[in-house]
């Protein structure tokens, strides 16, 4: 009979083990090695038994056991120092302490999650996005940010993957006991949970309760609706992640965004720790934590209106988009968010107002939808995407929501994602790193490029030690193989070919994430007698080792995994290529360390960032991957290899069927040779040239330390400072910015450019300006409202201007009935066909800069009077 809950008794601790509780509840365990040992030191079969689980150990140590240890001054002594160092490590000052000295830098950050990967014992994540939260959790502990986790406790987490015999996906979803997990619960002063609520529609109210778990110096605060005070099915909101209907999502969108900003309030009220200046939403999922800011400020002593309260909310918010296809969007009913949102009322303000916010109101969209991603980027200061490439895309999928503006002005940055190394990087691999470098030379990745003479790692050490991580992936492969069929309706005396699964010798390449078509988990199955050969080489032979979960409801995606596995089922590659089922973190720790090459295939350019092969190259593995996501931007042409891509083939079987025989030709004609190419000690040296190129280049870039750094310099601390101006008491700055606007909006109809006048020299020559003047309507708008720009560049064929450069011109005159005379120079700073075009935009200091509301008026060819022939771009 299945349980319907599971708990584990532990025993109690001495007191002289005491810290063991501590050590196991922080989460820094699990990237902090020397912690790790000493919970395995304990009882290394436990440890075993319960795959690393900290908490679960000390559930499963007998109190006779616990006594032998308490009696042991060894490890009393090392876990009070462990300890000890847990606390230096909490409370000294760090990076963001000592050497980010910038005034007006925030004092706390909110960062809103859907989920977060932090370790395979806190199942609270299904892919990127996850492990990506959870390395900026620990990146930002490392280096002393002070940030706070928001998200959601799922009852069953993801959920956990099997096979059936026909190689079809299975999912079941384990159940979570939060009691048996590094969680603790928040309490109110006199032990009672604490609770947070949401109102829903009929009169029915969604309660939660709030775990916190400590992920090193960083609190990850996760609410959980399984309480007694709900009815049943609002006990179900947090059952799983990405599960259920469109409604049932909602609902989880709410409790994440409206009941995350109670959470942090409940938290700050109880622990005295600063309210967040910035308040940063990982993807849409968390938007509707603008509706609940918005509450409080229109609910509060001020009772603010809502345009007001709006430029308060969005002064201290930042967007960051994970995707880079509209499908990958929250998008609602529009209908349903009315429903909902009537159950929240903001006083002085209409449903319809809110709602608006998410509306696709703009040509192309779908006025009966409401967006998460077009809400959280109404709702913000800045945006983001998660690489340069994924920067570029996002501006072009969302310039509808700027018509006017150029996609390049799109008001939409980019951070490239990165790693946290701690994490990720094998400890076998940094005490190998640690043994010969200095830590300045590790994290600055020139250590790497030393010679051996000169005290570097030595190529045959640098190569055994990758020898020694690819024979640790594949003895774990061999038993998930064998446990896999096992599941799979397979009897032990059938397995004892998985015994000899994978050669430790042999090139070994990996391909595991989640498995949306676009990644096209089956390229390398384009052209099946190819592929065996390369796999079934006797002299130079190939394995690829392949993990992944679908969504339970994208078929297609599954339907991939299918054909995958049994295409390995197979006889002939059984022994090559391996599928591993339920993939997850654990899997990964000992999966990417151990490939040769890590191979990513999407379809360009749809992959946002993709960390994966970040993850490869901190432990000297090579990237064969399409120029995509990070490695768009990262590829030198010496740290591995780019797959040539058939862009502008719209036939998608023609263009797999060329991209996947490009594959194939590097393999053959590159890699493969460059691997089993071998010196006399038995080394590969131009494939180790190329590990340590990679170490020393990309090692520092895909830190996600890096990309912290990165966050808080050029997001946060301006946000932040933002916040500082507009969302403080008396809130007259946001008034002021709101009014403003209005008043802008209303007039803009009858802004524009009535004429232009061009001196152009007879012969322009670099070096030659061109004075511009402008007549302007402003309508009853006055010149220090808008910026009247000429921008200038070089032109295509199409007349459009490409790299232009904005040339301010100065109100000079007023001519009546709200015109006004502008004018200025234009350098000449390029040769070649040269064009410019003359426009105008709001401008105002309180703004983030002219994009923010979007408005744009743009002189007309037949406004612009020229003294010669010039190009025109608009």
Same mark, same amino acid.
């Given at each position: 009979?299945?349980?319907?809950?599971?708990?584990?008794?532990?025993?109690?601790?001495?007191?002289?083990?005491?810290?063991?509780?501590?050590?196991?509840?922080?989460?820094?365990?699990?990237?902090?090695?020397?912690?790790?040992?000493?919970?395995?030191?304990?009882?290394?079969?436990?440890?075993?038994?319960?795959?690393?689980?900290?908490?679960?150990?000390?559930?499963?140590?007998?109190?006779?056991?616990?006594?032998?240890?308490?009696?042991?001054?060894?490890?009393?002594?090392?876990?009070?120092?462990?300890?000890?160092?847990?606390?230096?490590?909490?409370?000294?000052?760090?990076?963001?302490?000592?050497?980010?000295?910038?005034?007006?830098?925030?004092?706390?950050?909110?960062?809103?999650?859907?989920?977060?990967?932090?370790?395979?014992?806190?199942?609270?994540?299904?892919?990127?996005?996850?492990?990506?939260?959870?390395?900026?959790?620990?990146?930002?502990?490392?280096?002393?940010?002070?940030?706070?986790?928001?998200?959601?406790?799922?009852?069953?987490?993801?959920?956990?993957?099997?096979?059936?015999?026909?190689?079809?996906?299975?999912?079941?979803?384990?159940?979570?006991?939060?009691?048996?997990?590094?969680?603790?619960?928040?309490?109110?002063?006199?032990?009672?949970?604490?609770?947070?609520?949401?109102?829903?529609?009929?009169?029915?109210?969604?309660?939660?309760?709030?775990?916190?778990?400590?992920?090193?110096?960083?609190?990850?605060?996760?609410?959980?609706?399984?309480?007694?005070?709900?009815?049943?099915?609002?006990?179900?909101?947090?059952?799983?992640?990405?599960?259920?209907?469109?409604?049932?999502?909602?609902?989880?969108?709410?409790?994440?965004?409206?009941?995350?900003?109670?959470?942090?309030?409940?938290?700050?009220?109880?622990?005295?720790?600063?309210?967040?200046?910035?308040?940063?939403?990982?993807?849409?999922?968390?938007?509707?934590?603008?509706?609940?800011?918005?509450?409080?400020?229109?609910?509060?002593?001020?009772?603010?209106?809502?345009?007001?309260?709006?430029?308060?909310?969005?002064?201290?918010?930042?967007?960051?988009?994970?995707?880079?296809?509209?499908?990958?969007?929250?998008?609602?009913?529009?209908?349903?968010?009315?429903?909902?949102?009537?159950?929240?009322?903001?006083?002085?303000?209409?449903?319809?107002?809110?709602?608006?916010?998410?509306?696709?109101?703009?040509?192309?969209?779908?006025?009966?939808?409401?967006?998460?991603?077009?809400?959280?980027?109404?709702?913000?200061?800045?945006?983001?995407?998660?690489?340069?490439?994924?920067?570029?895309?996002?501006?072009?999928?969302?310039?509808?929501?700027?018509?006017?503006?150029?996609?390049?002005?799109?008001?939409?940055?980019?951070?490239?994602?990165?790693?946290?190394?701690?994490?990720?990087?094998?400890?076998?691999?940094?005490?190998?790193?640690?043994?010969?470098?200095?830590?300045?030379?590790?994290?600055?990745?020139?250590?790497?490029?030393?010679?051996?003479?000169?005290?570097?790692?030595?190529?045959?050490?640098?190569?055994?030690?990758?020898?020694?991580?690819?024979?640790?992936?594949?003895?774990?492969?061999?038993?998930?193989?064998?446990?896999?069929?096992?599941?799979?309706?397979?009897?032990?005396?059938?397995?004892?070919?998985?015994?000899?699964?994978?050669?430790?010798?042999?090139?070994?390449?990996?391909?595991?994430?989640?498995?949306?078509?676009?990644?096209?988990?089956?390229?390398?199955?384009?052209?099946?007698?190819?592929?065996?050969?390369?796999?079934?080489?006797?002299?130079?032979?190939?394995?690829?080792?392949?993990?992944?979960?679908?969504?339970?409801?994208?078929?297609?995606?599954?339907?991939?995994?299918?054909?995958?596995?049994?295409?390995?089922?197979?006889?002939?590659?059984?022994?090559?290529?391996?599928?591993?089922?339920?993939?997850?973190?654990?899997?990964?720790?000992?999966?990417?360390?151990?490939?040769?090459?890590?191979?990513?295939?999407?379809?360009?350019?749809?992959?946002?960032?993709?960390?994966?092969?970040?993850?490869?190259?901190?432990?000297?593995?090579?990237?064969?991957?399409?120029?995509?996501?990070?490695?768009?931007?990262?590829?030198?042409?010496?740290?591995?290899?780019?797959?040539?891509?058939?862009?502008?083939?719209?036939?998608?079987?023609?263009?797999?069927?060329?991209?996947?025989?490009?594959?194939?030709?590097?393999?053959?004609?590159?890699?493969?040779?460059?691997?089993?190419?071998?010196?006399?000690?038995?080394?590969?040296? #131009? /494939?180790?040239?190329?590990?340590?190129?990679? @170490?020393?280049?990309? !090692? %520092?870039?895909?830190? *996600?330390? &890096?990309? $912290?750094?990165?966050?808080?310099?050029?997001?946060?601390?301006?946000?932040?400072?933002?916040?500082?101006?507009?969302?403080?008491?008396?809130?007259?700055?946001?008034?002021?910015?709101?009014?403003?606007?209005?008043?802008?909006?209303?007039?803009?109809?009858?802004?524009?450019?009535?004429?232009?006048?061009?001196?152009?020299?007879?012969?322009?020559?670099?070096?030659?300006?061109?004075?511009?003047?402008?007549?302007?309507?402003?309508?009853?708008?006055?010149?220090?409202?808008?910026?009247?720009?000429?921008?200038?560049?070089?032109?295509?064929?199409?007349?459009?201007?490409?790299?232009?450069?904005?040339?301010?011109?100065?109100?000079?005159?007023?001519?009546?009935?709200? #015109? /006004?005379?502008?004018?200025?120079?234009?350098? @000449?700073?390029?040769? !070649? %066909?040269?064009?410019? *075009?003359? &426009?105008? $935009?709001?401008?105002?200091?309180?703004?983030?800069?002219?994009?923010?509301?979007?408005?744009?008026?743009?002189?007309?060819?037949?406004?612009?009077?020229?003294?010669?022939?010039?190009?025109?771009?608009?």
């Amino acid at each position: 009979m299945r349980a319907i809950r599971r708990f584990t008794v532990r025993t109690v601790l001495p007191e002289a083990l005491s810290p063991l509780d501590t050590l196991a509840r922080n989460l820094r365990w699990c990237w902090h090695a020397p912690t790790a040992r000493f919970f395995a030191s304990l009882d290394p079969q436990a440890w075993e038994r319960v795959h690393g689980d900290p908490i679960a150990l000390l559930g499963e140590i007998s109190t006779e056991r616990f006594e032998q240890l308490a009696a042991d001054s060894a490890v009393v002594d090392r876990a009070a120092e462990l300890a000890e160092d847990l606390e230096r490590y909490v409370s000294e000052s760090r990076w963001y302490q000592t050497s980010f000295d910038v005034e007006s830098k925030p004092e706390a950050i909110a960062y809103f999650s859907a989920e977060f990967g932090i370790t395979a014992v806190l199942p609270q994540y299904s892919g990127g996005l996850g492990i990506l939260a959870g390395d900026h959790l620990k990146s930002a502990s490392d280096l002393g940010v002070p940030i706070i986790g928001v998200g959601l406790l799922y009852e069953s987490g993801y959920f956990r993957q099997s096979l059936t015999r026909d190689g079809y996906q299975r999912e079941t979803y384990p159940l979570i006991d939060p009691n048996n997990m590094p969680l603790t619960l928040l309490r109110e002063w006199d032990g009672t949970p604490s609770r947070i609520f949401l109102p829903l529609p009929g009169g029915r109210t969604l309660n939660a309760q709030v775990w916190v778990a400590q992920v090193g110096r960083i609190p990850l605060l996760l609410m959980d609706s399984n309480v007694p005070d709900n009815d049943e099915v609002s006990r179900q909101v947090t059952d799983r992640l990405y599960g259920g209907s469109s409604e049932h999502r909602l609902e989880q969108e709410l409790l994440l965004g409206v009941g995350g900003v109670k959470a942090l309030r409940l938290y700050s009220r109880l622990t005295g720790t600063p309210t967040p200046s910035v308040y940063h939403c990982n993807e849409g999922h968390a938007g509707f934590l603008a509706v609940e800011r918005l509450r409080e400020l229109m609910e509060g002593d001020e009772h603010l209106d809502l345009g007001t309260a709006i430029e308060a909310v969005r002064s201290g918010t930042l967007f960051t988009t994970h995707t880079p296809v509209p499908a990958g969007i929250d998008r609602f009913d529009r209908a349903l968010v009315t429903r909902y949102l009537d159950a929240i009322p903001l006083p002085g303000a209409l449903t319809e107002d809110i709602v608006s916010l998410g509306n696709e109101s703009y040509p192309g969209g779908d006025p009966a939808v409401f967006n998460m991603a077009v809400l959280g980027l109404r709702m913000a200061r800045k945006a983001n995407g998660v690489a340069k490439l994924h920067g570029k895309v996002s501006r072009r999928m969302f310039s509808a929501l700027w018509a006017g503006l150029d996609p390049d002005e799109v008001p939409i940055t980019s951070v490239t994602n990165g790693v946290h190394g701690p994490t990720w990087r094998a400890p076998s691999f940094q005490e190998m790193a640690e043994q010969y470098l200095a830590p300045e030379e590790i994290s600055s990745g020139e250590g790497w490029l030393k010679p051996a003479d000169k005290g570097g790692v030595p190529d045959e050490v640098l190569w055994e030690r990758r020898r020694e991580l690819r024979s640790a992936l594949v003895d774990s492969a061999r038993a998930r193989v064998h446990d896999a069929w096992l599941e799979r309706g397979a009897s032990p005396a059938e397995l004892r070919w998985t015994a000899s699964v994978l050669n430790p010798d042999a090139l070994t390449i990996g391909f595991a994430r989640r498995v949306p078509t676009y990644k096209r988990l089956t390229l390398m199955l384009d052209d099946p007698e190819r592929l065996t050969r390369l796999l079934t080489d006797p002299n130079h032979p190939v394995q690829i080792v392949v993990a992944g979960k679908s969504h339970p409801d994208d078929e297609p995606g599954v339907g991939l995994i299918q054909k995958l596995v049994q295409f390995a089922d197979g006889a002939g590659v059984r022994d090559h290529l391996i599928f591993l089922p339920d993939y997850d973190i654990a899997m990964a720790q000992t999966l990417m360390p151990g490939c040769d090459v890590w191979l990513n295939n999407p379809l360009r350019p749809l992959e946002a960032s993709g960390t994966s092969g970040m993850k490869c190259a901190i432990n000297g593995a090579l990237n064969l991957s399409i120029l995509d996501g990070w490695w768009d931007e990262m590829y030198d042409g010496s740290n591995g290899w780019a797959i040539p891509t058939a862009d502008g083939v719209e036939d998608p079987v023609r263009r797999d069927h060329i991209e996947a025989a490009a594959l194939y030709d590097l393999l053959e004609n590159t890699v493969v040779p460059r691997f089993y190419d071998r010196d006399e000690r038995g080394v590969p040296k #131009r /494939w180790i040239e190329m590990v340590r190129h990679t @170490l020393a280049t990309l !090692g %520092p870039k895909v830190q *996600a330390t &890096r990309m $912290v750094r990165d966050y808080v310099s050029r997001l946060y601390t301006p946000v932040s400072q933002a916040h500082d101006v507009l969302d403080v008491a008396g809130h007259e700055a946001a008034r002021a910015l709101a009014t403003w606007k209005h008043h802008v909006r209303s007039s803009w109809g009858s802004v524009g450019v009535d004429h232009v006048e061009v001196r152009v020299p007879d012969v322009a020559q670099i070096g030659d300006s061109v004075q511009v003047t402008a007549q302007v309507s402003l309508s009853d708008l006055r010149p220090e409202d808008v910026a009247v720009q000429v921008l200038a560049g070089r032109v295509g064929s199409d007349d459009e201007i490409h790299d232009f450069e904005g040339t301010r011109l100065e109100a000079v005159q007023e001519v009546g009935d709200g #015109r /006004w005379v502008f004018r200025g120079e234009e350098l @000449l700073d390029v040769a !070649g %066909p040269f064009g410019y *075009a003359v &426009r105008v $935009v709001p401008e105002n200091a309180l703004m983030d800069g002219f994009a923010e509301l979007g408005l744009v008026a743009v002189a007309s060819p037949s406004t612009v009077k020229s003294e010669q022939h010039t190009t025109f771009g608009e």
